[in-house]
Structures are given as structure tokens and as C-alpha cells.
């Protein structure tokens, strides 16, 4: 390029300021009172980190050539792996107030983005190096995965914020097994 400085030192500053750009809402979003993002706050920022890194990589396949989207092909499938990890961990650990996440709106986008997520590694790992078609559909289901898990999760906040029985209940049962003073 004409700078070649400027966009090594603009290359440098999107590598270290990349991963808290795409995790640090869910950090914030963990340290609410909302049930259903503060019991995932271990796993939370994976999640975003696996939903950006999906985004990121399906835009990589929407513009590069076919040829050269080995990298975003490999970062697919990171995604599609961490995605899902996190995504079981964080139904574990929340317990009841997992119903959030598989219920409703929220469910329906979570699914979605399952779906979306999960098979566009297949897609692109199958003819995304050769087939200009298949690295776009893939690009186009990971763009469409990641926005899905990031409404899914809203979604989910706002369910359990709304129903008393997902912060009480989780409540009281801390406080049974916790021992007396």
C-alpha cells in the first residue's frame, strides 16, 4: 500500500483491541441484575468472542477470493466450535434460567443461530476454497448466525428480567445451601 507503516501500526492496534471490542458488552451485560446474563457471566464473553469471530469470518468469505479465504475458513470453524462449548456450558450453569434461552423469542433466535453457526463450517470447509458460491452462502449464515446470538441473548435478558420466579427462586435456593451464620 501507499503506507505501509501506517496500516502495519492500524494492523498491531486491531490485534490487541480487537478481542475486548467484541467481548466487553458482554462483560457489562454479565454484571446486571438480569438472570439470564448474570448467571452466563463466565461464558458470556466467549460467547460474544465466538459470535464476532463468526461475523468477522463471514464477512472474510463474503469479499475474499475463493482462493484466499483459507484463514477465514479455519476462524469459521473456531467459531462454530466455541460457540457451541460456550453455549452448553452456560445452559449448565445457569439451570432454570436456561428456559430463557431455549423458550420464546429467544429460543427461536438461538436455534437460528445453531443452525446458521453450525453448518456454515461444513459449507465452506466442503467449497469454500474452490467455489465462490459456497464461501458466500457461508459467509451469509455465519453474518446471520452472529446476529441471531447476540438478539437471542437479548432476548433471553429481557424474558428472565421480566419473570419473578427466575430471580427469586435461584435466590432462595443459594441462600438453603449456603450455611447459616
Known amino acids: 500500500g501507499r503506507l505501509p507503516r501506517a496500516g502495519a501500526a492500524a494492523t498491531a492496534a486491531a490485534a ?5 471490542v467484541a467481548t466487553y458488552t458482554a462483560v457489562l451485560a454479565a ?11 463466565r461464558e458470556l464473553p466467549y460467547l460474544f468472542a465466538a459470535s464476532a469471530t463468526a461475523a468477522a469470518a463471514g464477512m472474510a468469505l463474503l469479499l ?4 484466499e479465504n483459507a484463514p477465514a475458513r479455519c476462524a469459521a470453524v473456531l467459531a462454530a466450535a466455541t460457540d457451541a462449548v460456550a453455549t452448553r456450558a452456560a445452559e449448565r450453569r ?15 433466535l438461538l436455534r437460528c443461530a445453531e443452525v446458521l453457526i453450525g453448518g456454515a463450517p461444513a459449507t465452506v470447509a466442503i467449497g469454500g476454497g474452490r467455489y465462490r458460491a459456497a464461501a458466500v452462502a457461508g459467509g451469509l449464515a455465519l453474518l446471520a448466525g452472529s446476529v441471531c446470538t447476540r438478539f437471542g441473548i437479548f432476548a433471553a435478558g429481557i424474558a428472565s428480567a421480566q419473570d419473578p420466579a427466575y430471580t427469586v427462586v435461584p435466590q432462595r435456593a443459594a441462600r438453603e445451601l449456603s450455611p447459616p451464620d
Open 94 to 108: 445457569l439451570g432454570m434460567v436456561a428456559e430463557t434461552y431455549r423458550e420464546g423469542r429467544a429460543g427461536r
Open 16 to 20: 490487541v483491541l480487537g478481542p475486548a
Open 31 to 41: 454484571d446486571t441484575a438480569v438472570p439470564a446474563w448474570h448467571g452466563a457471566h
Open 64 to 67: 475474499a477470493p475463493a482462493r
